[in-house]
């Protein structure tokens, strides 16, 4: 069978982010074929290299890549530039004019003072998709405030649900909310260049942390606009709080959510239908 060619084979990404989520946007979309150009700030570049292990090998002890770097950025090229001099700008413009999507994760408002803002690129490439990812979106009471994922979750309320009720909220040992969102502006991306085939149109994305982490709540959205005051979701531990229990199976504990028994029942058949064999 004929290998498939890769979905975005031909586009073409400018990419200046840094970190997780946008990172983690033009990743997936390197993943899927586009030719992603990582613009990196000098003379240090993505922070994120100073993040992680480093390579073990003496031969390669003043890299400055990392195992955090090379996790969100990984099948990209790369480029120092100093956006504070006019020939850095400059660059990014001439890069912009040539690509498909420019993605970028300053706090709300940098682009736009660098003479860089969707408007300004827009000029030069009308069939252009920008995307920008940051804590609060680039309008509102919160979007001069740059922040991290930890933010976005505590904004969003979902740190309060997580942990033991006894006890204070628990801290997320992965970035949820960065990655999520991450995964979120690349569909947003994708959907856009469908839009651009159809039209011809180019187009502008504001991706939020917040935003992202507010789409998690499965229930809690809801029940507080029926309930009003009165409904305060609380912290229930590892326990769903909808209802649910643990209980021993055959040797091991069992977890069993939303008053359905069948998973645990097909759980039970197959530990039978394993121990049956010859």
């Known amino acids: 069978m004929k290998p498939y060619m890769p979905m975005l084979t031909d586009y073409r990404v400018l990419d200046i982010t840094q970190f997780v989520a946008g990172p983690t946007c033009t990743r997936i979309m390197a993943e899927l074929g586009a030719e992603v150009i990582k613009v990196e700030l000098a003379p240090f570049g993505d922070r994120g290299r100073a993040a992680g292990d480093k390579a073990r090998d003496p031969r390669f002890k003043n890299a400055s890549q990392s195992t955090y770097y090379f996790q969100h950025n990984h099948s990209k090229k790369s480029l120092a530039l100093d956006l504070k001099q006019p020939r850095g700008r400059e660059l990014i413009k001439a890069l912009a004019a040539k690509a498909d999507v420019v993605v970028e994760n300053f706090a709300p408002g940098v682009m736009k003072r660098m003479g860089l803002g969707y408007k300004d690129l827009k000029a030069i490439n009308p069939r252009l998709i920008m995307c920008s990812i940051s804590l609060a979106g680039q309008n509102g009471p919160l979007s001069d405030k740059p922040g991290f994922d930890y933010m976005g979750a505590a ?26 969102t991450g995964v979120t502006a690349a569909m947003a991306i994708g959907f856009a260049l469908l839009h651009r085939e159809r039209t011809g149109e180019g187009q502008y994305i504001d991706c939020s942390l917040i935003d992202t982490y507010f789409h998690m709540h499965e229930v809690n959205v809801p029940k507080s606009t029926l309930r009003g005051p009165s409904f305060a979701p609380k912290r229930a531990g590892s326990l769903h709080p909808d209802g649910d229990r643990n209980f021993p199976l055959q040797g091991r504990r069992v977890h069993r959510g939303h008053g359905n028994a069948a998973p645990v029942e097909a759980v039970g058949r197959g530990h039978e239908l394993a121990g049956a064999g010859g």
């Open 155 to 180: 904004y969003a309320g979902i740190t309060a649900l997580a942990g033991e009720p006894d006890r204070g909220p628990a801290q997320f040992a992965t970035a949820i909310g960065d990655s999520s």
